[in-house]
């Protein structure tokens, strides 16, 4: 790998890490998902440091060169992402609806509570 892209690659890394460290700071991005992007950038690291380690995983998936190696790491992380971040949707989509259900019983019951009193 040539010096400029190897300096390039790290320190893109290297601001990937302070952002996600700031984001952390700053609370507008959770510990339980700073892990994956602190991944990423290890590993970007590691791949641009050890590029031995990048062919032999190149000719091991059959690609011919090292960055359609990259492009599909890169293309399978996005869709590794997505499908995480599809699910925790999905989750939570079923979480506000049953709040919302149970927001309408307890709202209901408010108002009838006071016709009972009356009655009482």
């Given at each position: ?107 209901t019951e408010i108002q009838r ?8």
């Open positions: 790998m040539p010096f400029q892209q190897k300096i390039f690659a790290i320190s893109i890394s290297i601001v990937l890490f302070i952002i996600i460290v700031d984001l952390v700071r700053r609370r507008k991005l959770r510990e339980e998902y700073s892990w994956i992007w602190l991944l990423t950038g290890v590993l970007v690291i590691l791949l641009a440091t050890w590029y031995d380690l990048l062919k032999v995983i190149t000719e091991t998936i059959g690609a011919v060169l090292p960055t359609t190696t990259l492009f599909l790491f890169s293309l399978i992380f996005l869709m590794v992402i997505n499908l995480y971040y599809a699910t925790k949707i999905s989750s939570l989509h079923g979480q506000v609806k049953d709040l919302a259900q149970d927001m309408a019983i307890l709202r509570r006071p016709e009972k009193a009356r009655e009482g």
